[in-house]
Every structure is written in C-alpha cells, then in structure tokens.
T-cell receptor, first 112, second 115 residues
C-alpha cells in the first residue's frame, strides 16, 4: 500500500545551524506534499507545502525540495532557533483520494 | 482564516459509555473533514474521511460501528466513540479542507481517557 518513510526520527542541531528532514513516498501518483509542525499536545500546523509541478519552494527560513523521479522530498530549515524545536511530519496526497499519508515524524531539538 | 475547533479538548469517561467529539470549521465551509488518531510519540493515523451529506469512508481496520462519524453540515463533523474501552484512550484530531483538493487544517485535538 501507500507508504511514506521519514528520516531521521530524531535530530539535534545547534542554534543557527541548518536542519534537513527527508521523506520518501511510494505512490508515484502522489502530487501534493505538505509539511506540518506539531508542538507537544498541540495541533499540527502547516508550515510549507509543494505540488508536483514545482521542484522547490521557499518561505523565509524554510524550504522544501521535491524530486519526482526519485520520489522523495525534503524540508530544509536554515538558521534554526530554539522555537523551531518540535515534531515535524511530512505527508503525501494524491488526486482522487485527497487523503494524507503521514510520515512517522522527526523530533527536532535546537540546542541554544 | 482556516480555523478549526474541536470540543471537548479532553474527556474522561467510564468503560462502556459513549463519547461525542465535535469538529467545527469556524471561518470556512469544509467540504471534507478527516478524523485521525494519534498515540503518544507516534504519527497521525487516518481513521475516516467524511464528506458533507454522505456516509464516511473508513480506513481498513477501523470499526465503523464503533466510531460513528456524522458530517451533517459544511461546518460540523462529529465522531462518537461508542461503548468505549481503555484501549480507545488516545488523542483524536480532526482536520478540514475547503475542497477535496485543498490543504487540511487541523483542530487542536481531543484527549480521550477511558477508565
């Protein structure tokens, strides 16, 4: 079935450094890839998304890249800050079902 | 815009009772709403997809008679956990989208504890 793998499961970086989280999807029909940030006990918040007709998208310190051929996409956070500490989830969705298949999550810790 | 609320935020109930959780889109009309379950330190597992005015579509392994979903209007969907058992204890989160192709916006979640 459809599957989204996410790595790493945990990531610690020094404040100011960059963080990269990678996801791989199995269904080549997937065409929408959102990224969510979830703080402990709170709702997932959309931070950036990308559609399959675009290879890269950037919003200030956050960027997402998509490689359709390899079926993987990545989240890049630059100049990390302590408030970036949270769990990040990638997801993949395809036209026709619109369901999100979530990755397993990455716990990011930014050390001050 | 795109605010989703959930009520209650937490609930404790006895085994065998039923619990209803509401999910509302406050500033937009949600054609589609989704219900997820999340265990501690784990990912979100989709339980069902509901479209306004039609029956919900349940994911494999989710008992539709135990988790009753109603999407009676474009701003409200409800999840009723019937005959709750301790293993039903979890964090339940809903999401809503304007159209089936749109981004999902999540509610704050409901923590259910069944004693």
């Amino acid at each position: 079935g459809e599957n989204v793998e996410q790595h790493p499961s945990t990531l610690s970086v020094q404040e100011g450094d960059s963080a990269v989280i990678k996801c791989t999807y199995s269904d080549s029909a997937s065409n929408y890839f959102p990224w969510y940030k979830q703080e402990l006990g709170k709702r997932p918040q959309l931070i950036i998304d990308i559609r399959s007709n675009v290879g890269e998208k950037k919003d200030q310190r956050i960027a997402v890249t998509l490689n359709k051929t390899a079926k993987h996409f990545s989240l890049h956070i630059t100049e990390t800050q302590p408030e970036d500490s949270a769990v990040y989830f990638c997801a993949a969705s395809k036209e026709g079902t619109y369901k999100y298949i979530f990755g397993t999550g990455t716990r990011l810790k930014v050390l001050a | 815009g795109a605010v989703v609320s959930q009520h209650p935020s937490w609930v404790i109930c006895k085994s065998g009772t039923s619990v209803k959780i509401e999910c509302r889109s406050l500033d937009f009309q949600a054609t589609t709403m989704f219900w997820y379950r999340q265990f501690p330190k784990q990912s979100l597992m989709l339980m069902a997809t509901s479209n306004e005015g039609s029956k919900a579509t349940y994911e494999q392994g989710v008992e539709k008679d135990k988790f009753l979903i109603n999407h009676a209007s474009l701003t409200l969907s409800t999840l009723t956990v019937t005959s709750a058992h301790p293993e039903d204890s979890s964090f339940y989160i809903c999401s809503a989208s304007r159209t089936s192709t749109d981004t999902q916006y999540f509610g704050p979640g409901t923590r259910l504890t069944v004693l």
